[in-house]
């Protein structure tokens, strides 16, 4: 859901451009828009495979052996849906559509648009 909800905003962003504007990430938030709003779930979206300052990833939840066992520090699940506040992985842990979405994420969050400076 998460992706489709990424997909219609960059696809909104496209079509009204910069003028339609939304509070984010709360209604106490900036108004930002569609583009800004679809970046800002695309980049918490691959945060939860990435590690951070105590090098754990959020999606694999606090066991160690995710963090510093060798054989698993660099070997990732891709989970059927996350926490909503913790963004460990929940449910099945072989999803390889979920797999293949994620790394189309990577790819077109960090792919130059089209009439943007570089």
Same mark, same amino acid.
């Given at each position: 859901m998460n992706y489709l909800l990424w997909q219609s905003l960059r696809q909104?962003?496209?079509?009204?451009?910069?003028?339609l504007r939304h509070p984010h990430p709360a209604p106490e938030g900036e108004p930002q828009n569609l583009h800004q709003i679809a970046d800002d779930l695309g980049?918490?979206?691959i945060s939860?495979?990435?590690a %951070? *300052? @105590?090098? /754990?990833?959020?999606?694999? %939840? *606090? @066991?160690? /052996?995710?963090?510093d066992h060798p054989s698993?520090?660099?070997?990732?699940?891709?989970y059927e849906y996350f926490h909503g506040d913790t963004g460990v992985g929940l449910g099945a842990s072989h999803q390889t559509g979920w797999t293949a979405l994620v790394a189309n994420l990577i790819d077109e969050m960090?792919?130059?648009r089209i009439?943007?400076?570089?």
């Open positions: 909104f962003g496209r079509y009204y451009g910069d003028g980049h918490r979206l939860l495979y990435l %951070g *300052p @105590d090098g /754990r990833r959020p999606a694999m %939840g *606090p @066991d160690p /052996r995710w963090r698993f520090q660099h070997r990732l699940l891709f960090h792919r130059p009439g943007q400076p570089q």
